[in-house]
Nanobody
Framework: QVQLVESGGGLVQAGGSLRLSCATS????????VGWFRQAPGKEREFVAA????????NYADSVKGRFTISRDNVKNTVYLQMNSLKSEDTAVYYC?????????????????WGQGTQVTVFS
């Protein structure tokens, strides 16, 4: 079992930045590919970004390309989502998820383990 814990969410003004972290206790995250998803109130959970276990493959939703960067530090057992130039429409609960069987990383059903989420609120 992989237990994922997100952190780094908060309240930020539009145009600002946040860095989210996804970590696991116990089992190593280094063999898992990881995705970030988000869910705004009243909306479905949507793909944000994904990274392969080695970091050699990344994928982004069009809505965040050029603003968000996914990365990982397998020594620290952590995956990051650097979010710059934040907009009000980025407001959501952000979830990280892990899988051993990544395809493109876009579909929710590619992932076997999910964190509890961290709230990101962007105000104007």
């Amino acid at each position: 079992q992989v237990q994922l814990v997100e952190s780094g969410g908060g309240l930020v003004q539009a145009g600002g930045s946040l860095r989210l972290s996804c970590a696991t206790s116990g089992r190593t995250l280094s063999t898992y590919s990881v995705g970030w998803f988000r869910q705004a109130p009243g909306k479905e959970r949507e793909f944000v970004a994904a990274i392969s276990w080695s970091g050699g493959y990344t994928n982004y939703a069009d809505s965040v390309k050029g603003r968000f960067t996914i990365s990982r530090d397998n020594v620290k057992n952590t995956v990051y989502l650097q979010m710059n130039s934040l907009k009000s429409e980025d407001t959501a609960v952000y979830y990280c998820a892990a899988t051993l069987r990544l395809r493109r990383g876009v579909q929710l059903n590619e992932y076997d383990y999910w964190g509890q989420g961290t709230q990101v609120t962007v105000f104007s």
